[in-house]
């Protein structure tokens, strides 16, 4: 764990260092244009955030008129639902008598509170230590670029020489791949957001999930945001859209799902590797192993850091083949002894 919290901190390091670089030509100490950097940086996702609050909110508002409505209209579909299962000779209690199908949820749940709240400590402790873990990212990252230029002097003494440009400088280049993989995953990110929401649009227009047309840019940009987590970010980012499906009737909800399914494989064996496959400049079946080696080595994380990993060993093993050169292998023939 300590590894894994140490590698993301220097990947921050090595992405955000360019631009503290390019700070500290107005002269300023290093530590003031770090500290430029991170302001600048918390900044720009407020002003993304004011962008997108307007139309956000106005589907969010739409959405709270709505719901009335959506419960009423969940109440029905699944009493409707029990009673064609009931016809058929198939006898399920979806709805107590006399009690609305969200009243009975609500029971159940209210039932199964012991075990929620037995296993609340645990949940705490788990939230308390990704806190902490992100606190030390954060501060190990800011020591990682106020003592950068050091770093790189260091690395540079242990690795062979270059040209003196910096096309041929080992940091530098390490540096341009980190940007080229954030820029890859800001690209991948708003295809498949753009996507989700053109294809919720597409639906909604022919009446298969009407509401999807309404809050195609929340689940649109919801979706995006999540695809920036690896393999469970597609599945929590569908989650709102299938769940609203379901409230408004359970076929919609099915189609919805096969929707997002269909989404998950494009992206998995198209999308991803392709995008990253050419900002990486590296060959897809290798972004494809790379995922899913850091997923089995250490979940979530490990996915999340290893295509920034392999960008810094792609990088270096061209750097190492061009400065490098072995001796060759002495194929003349020998005699017997």
């Given at each position: 764990?300590?590894?894994?919290?140490?590698?993301?901190?220097?990947?921050?390091?090595?992405?955000?260092?360019?631009?503290?670089?390019?700070?500290?030509?107005?002269?300023?100490?290093?530590?003031?244009?770090?500290?430029?950097?991170?302001?600048?940086?918390?900044?720009?996702?407020?002003?993304?955030?004011?962008?997108?609050?307007?139309?956000?909110?106005?589907?969010?508002?739409?959405?709270?008129?709505?719901?009335?409505?959506?419960?009423?209209?969940?109440?029905?579909?699944?009493?409707?639902?029990?009673?064609?299962?009931?016809?058929?000779?198939?006898?399920?209690?979806?709805?107590?008598?006399?009690?609305?199908?969200?009243?009975?949820?609500?029971?159940?749940?209210?039932?199964?509170?012991?075990?929620?709240?037995?296993?609340?400590?645990?949940?705490?402790?788990?939230?308390?230590?990704?806190?902490?873990?992100?606190?030390?990212?954060?501060?190990?990252?800011?020591?990682?670029?106020?003592?950068?230029?050091?770093?790189?002097?260091?690395?540079?003494?242990?690795?062979?020489?270059?040209?003196?440009?910096?096309?041929?400088?080992?940091?530098?280049?390490?540096?341009?791949?980190?940007?080229?993989?954030?820029?890859?995953?800001?690209?991948?990110?708003?295809?498949?957001?753009?996507?989700?929401?053109?294809?919720?649009?597409?639906?909604?227009?022919?009446?298969v999930f009407p509401d999807g047309r309404k809050?195609?840019?929340?689940?649109?940009?919801?979706?995006?945001?999540?695809?920036?987590?690896?393999?469970?970010?597609?599945?929590?980012?569908?989650?709102?859209?299938?769940?609203?499906?379901?409230?408004?009737?359970?076929?919609?909800?099915l189609w919805v799902a096969l929707m997002f399914?269909?989404?998950?494989?494009?992206?998995?064996?198209?999308?991803?590797?392709?995008?990253?496959?050419?900002?990486?400049?590296?060959?897809?079946?290798?972004?494809?192993?790379?995922?899913?080696?850091?997923?089995?080595?250490?979940?979530?994380?490990?996915?999340?850091?290893?295509?920034?990993?392999?960008?810094?060993?792609?990088?270096?093993?061209?750097?190492?083949?061009?400065?490098?050169?072995?001796?060759?292998?002495?194929?003349?023939?020998?005699?017997?002894?």
């Open positions: 764990k300590v590894l894994v919290i140490f590698i993301v901190a220097a990947v921050i390091a090595l992405i955000l260092n360019p631009a503290v670089a390019f700070v500290q030509r107005g002269r300023l100490p290093r530590g003031l244009a770090v500290l430029s950097v991170y302001l600048a940086f918390f900044l720009m996702l407020s002003g993304i955030g004011v962008l997108l609050a307007n139309p956000i909110s106005n589907q969010v508002a739409a959405f709270s008129r709505n719901l009335p409505h959506l419960v009423k209209q969940a109440n029905k579909t699944l009493a409707d639902f029990q009673g064609t299962l009931n016809n058929d000779g198939l006898h399920v209690q979806f709805i107590k008598q006399g009690e609305t199908a969200l009243q009975t949820v609500q029971d159940k749940l209210v039932k199964g509170s012991s075990s929620i709240v037995s296993s609340a400590g645990g949940l705490l402790t788990e939230v308390a230590s990704a806190s902490f873990d992100v606190l030390l990212v954060f501060v190990l990252s800011v020591y990682m670029l106020l003592y950068g230029q050091t770093i790189g002097r260091l690395i540079r003494k242990y690795m062979p020489d270059g040209d003196g440009t910096p096309a041929d400088d080992y940091p530098t280049l390490i540096q341009s791949a980190l940007a080229r993989y954030v820029g890859g995953q800001l690209l991948f990110s708003l295809v498949m957001g753009a996507t989700a929401g053109i294809a919720l649009y597409l639906i909604g227009v022919l009446g809050y195609a840019v929340v689940f649109a940009v919801f979706y995006a945001l999540m695809e920036l987590v690896p393999y469970i970010g597609p599945i929590i980012g569908a989650l709102p859209a299938v769940l609203l499906a379901l409230f408004t009737a359970p076929i919609s909800a399914v269909a989404l998950q494989q494009l992206e998995g064996h198209i999308v991803a590797p392709q995008i990253f496959g050419h900002t990486l400049r590296i060959n897809p079946l290798l972004v494809i192993f790379a995922l899913l080696l850091g997923l089995q080595l250490h979940g979530v994380v490990g996915a999340l850091i290893a295509l920034p990993i392999l960008s810094i060993l792609r990088e270096t093993a061209v750097y190492l083949n061009r400065h490098i050169t072995f001796e060759p292998w002495d194929n003349a023939p020998r005699g017997l002894p």
